[in-house]
């Protein structure tokens, strides 16, 4: 009776190895495997192939449970027994499995020849050489190799050099200055007249300056004082009433009078020291004298009295203030317009588009009104400071400043010889437009100058180039370019040709590559 078989139920998610290792704990037995429920595994003939061979080697007797007709049908070929469940499984008879699937030599099918049994034809097919056959077959083996390295050669020598010509076109630099006329009546621009439009721009700005006053008025404050000393020049007594006026001489006459009366004793030469005080006229600090400088007596007492001031004068202060003049009024005024063309240029400017620019001597003040100006003082009064403030429009021309940079990128064109081109990022411009200019008054064209610079390279034709040279010696190849190209000065064509030790061009054009590299650029 048979022994009672082993039971592994198999998983969707098993495989070749999850089984054959579940197989490494089994020996000598018969084993059931069961495929899943749902879904269906080892559907590949190998797969099974795999798992027969690891059961024969553990002398295992398989057998399988699985409704998929895929893996019946590999089951069958590999002689391996199938049953739809498992009470079928124990009850039938289990087939031995094979341990080969390929058929072997005597399998083979009877049609097929046995490579023996075509000796004999084949020796007929291809029967000995000869030795002059041999000797032929060799020549033409020879012959063969020698022509198929000629022409691996002849196409090495055309198809594998290659070579780079570095060239330096010949570089210069030109600069114009160019009388540019912005008229307002013209719509577009005239190159050729180096004419270009305008547009006018106002604004209304306020704002407010404030000057110090220049005019002066003294005020009286207090009176010089102090005393002078009387000599009698007679024998007599003389009295010096009060009053009496004693002056300078020197500059401009100071006068003092005596503040009380005096008598001088008769004799010559006899002194009396008189206290004195500045005229009313002589008030301030003009009366602030230095000692000696009082010398002269105004009246009839002249003839009998001298007088001398031992020492100087004090006390005398005057004080002035300032006034508003017309030329307080003029200047103020100047400077309130100067700071209101320049808020509005400032304001103008912030409108602007990127190529616009205002020509300056245009800004001016175009209208302004009494009424918008309001003074902090008038003429004649006492005040140190004057303000204004005041508002007005301000007018400005604009212009397009590209239009002026494509009059003067046309007059550097005009420079340019036959071959040569202007190298675009190389062009510079001064500022233009915000130059000062001349304003016809008639007109009201504006004319002013713009500068420009730029550098100029020769064009190069690299397939010119590439046709000039191709196949020529590089001492030839160089002599042709230098002659043929405007080159730089001192800056000679560079070849490097490739495989090294190759004394010419390439043959083919393709495989000469043109490197055209900028000149420093002159100044």
Same mark, same amino acid.
């Given at each position: ?30 084993? !059931?495997?069961? +495929? ?5 595994? !080892?559907?590949?003939? =190998? ?88 000797? +032929? ?126 008598? !001088? ?37 002249? *003839? ?42 400032? &304001?103008?400017?912030?409108? =602007? ?16 009104? *009494? ?16 303000? !204004? ?26 420079? %340019?010889?036959?071959? &040569? ?28 100058? %713009? ?56 043959? =083919? ?8 590299? *900028? ?5």
């Amino acid at each position: 009776m048979a022994t009672k078989a082993d039971y592994i139920q198999l998983e969707n998610a098993d495989d070749v190895g999850s089984i054959r290792d579940r197989l490494s704990f089994l020996r000598g037995q018969r084993l !059931l495997l069961i +495929w899943p429920e749902e879904g269906t595994i !080892l559907t590949r003939k =190998l797969d099974l192939v795999l798992i027969q061979r690891e059961a024969m080697r553990r002398a295992i007797r398989l057998a399988l449970v699985t409704h998929d007709a895929e893996v019946i049908r590999h089951a069958r070929e590999l002689n391996i027994s199938t049953f739809e469940t498992i009470g079928a499984a124990e009850r039938g008879r289990w087939k031995r499995g094979r341990g080969k699937v390929f058929t072997n030599r005597f399998q083979r099918p009877k049609e097929e020849p046995i490579p023996d049994d075509l000796k004999e034809i084949a020796s007929r097919i291809y029967s000995e050489e000869t030795t002059q056959e041999k000797r +032929w077959r060799r020549i033409r083996r020879v012959i063969g190799a020698i022509v198929f390295v000629g022409i691996a050669a002849a196409l090495g020598y055309v198809l594998l050099p290659s070579a780079t010509v570095t060239i330096t076109p010949a570089t210069r630099r030109v600069s114009t200055t160019t009388d540019i006329t912005v008229s307002p009546q013209t719509l577009g621009i005239d190159i050729e007249n180096h004419i270009i439009p305008s547009s006018p721009m106002s604004i209304q700005i306020d704002d407010s300056g404030t000057v110090e006053t220049t005019g002066v008025k003294s005020l009286e404050d207090a009176a010089a004082a102090g005393s002078v000393v009387f000599i009698n020049k007679t024998a007599s007594p003389v009295t010096i009433p009060a009053g009496t006026v004693v002056t300078t001489s020197a500059g401009t006459p100071i006068q003092f009078r005596t503040t009380i009366e005096a008598k !001088l004793p008769g004799g010559e030469g006899l002194q009396l020291e008189v206290p004195i005080e500045a005229l009313q006229a002589s008030a301030g600090s003009a009366g602030n004298v230095d000692s000696g400088t009082i010398n002269t007596i105004i009246g009839p007492m002249a *003839d009998s009295v001298t007088v001398r001031n031992v020492a100087a004068t004090a006390g005398g202060t005057s004080r002035t203030q300032h006034i508003v003049t017309d030329e307080d009024m003029a200047t103020v005024l100047a400077i309130v317009k100067q700071q209101l063309q320049t808020r509005a240029y400032v &304001e103008m400017q912030s409108r =602007l588009t990127a190529k616009q620019c205002i020509i300056l001597d245009t800004i001016k003040i175009g209208e302004e009104r *009494d009424d918008w100006k309001t003074y902090s003082a008038k003429p004649g009064d006492v005040v140190d400071s004057l303000t !204004l403030s005041m508002k007005a429009v301000v007018d400005a021309t604009l212009v397009d400043e590209q239009f002026a940079q494509q009059v003067v990128y046309a007059q550097l064109a005009k420079q %340019m010889e036959v071959g &040569e081109a202007i190298k675009p990022d190389s062009v510079t411009y001064d500022l233009g437009c915000q130059s000062t200019g001349h304003i016809d008054a008639t007109t009201g064209q504006i004319m002013f100058q %713009m500068s420009g610079t730029a550098v100029v390279n020769s064009q190069i034709d690299a397939e010119q180039v590439r046709q000039q040279v191709v196949g020529r010696s590089f001492n030839d190849a160089t002599a042709t370019l230098v002659t043929n190209l405007k080159l730089q000065q001192g800056i000679p064509p560079q070849i490097s040709v490739w495989p090294q030790g190759f004394d010419r061009m390439p043959l =083919l054009p393709f495989r000469i590559a043109i490197q055209i590299q *900028d000149a420093p650029t002159p100044s």
